[in-house]
């Protein structure tokens, strides 16, 4: 069965950290774009951090940059989001995604085209 599993989400307080896995079955997310994505209640869905095919590290939002790094575990066939100083604003369910469409950038499917394969989601609530 080929679908997208992620885990980690939870509560933390401000200033903490967290680290969200996606964890792939029945494909390989070698040679996929994958991508990080949230939602907040009552907004749109927002790109995090992304990974073209052709790429070799990834692009972040603005919001993020600095305290959230994309990792892959190719042996595992898992990507991870570690995510630093987290802040109230972070709150949000967070979705894993790939794909294995054009050799667009990261920042281009983060932002332009979405993914065709997507997790079921984790909640991540950052409050005191």
């Known amino acids: 069965q080929v679908q997208l599993v992620e885990s980690g989400g939870g509560l933390v307080q401000p200033g903490g950290s967290l680290r969200l896995s996606c964890a792939a079955s029945?494909?390989?997310?070698?040679?996929?774009?994958i991508g990080w994505f949230r939602q907040a209640p009552g907004k749109e869905r927002e790109g995090v951090s992304c990974?073209?095919?052709?790429?070799?590290?990834?692009y972040y939002a603005e919001s993020v940059k600095g305290r959230f790094t994309f990792a892959r575990d190719s042996a595992n066939n898992t990507v991870y989001l570690q995510m630093n100083s987290l802040k109230p604003e972070d709150t949000a369910v967070y979705y894993c995604?790939?794909?294995?469409?054009?050799?667009?950038?990261?920042?281009?499917?983060?932002?332009?085209?979405?993914?065709?394969?997507w997790g079921q989601g984790t909640l991540v609530t950052v409050s005191s």
């Open positions: 995604a790939a794909d294995y469409g054009p050799r667009y950038s990261g920042r281009y499917y983060c932002n332009y085209r979405s993914l065709e394969l």
């Open positions: 029945g494909f390989t997310l070698d040679d996929r774009a």
């Open positions: 990974i073209g095919r052709s790429e070799n590290s990834a």
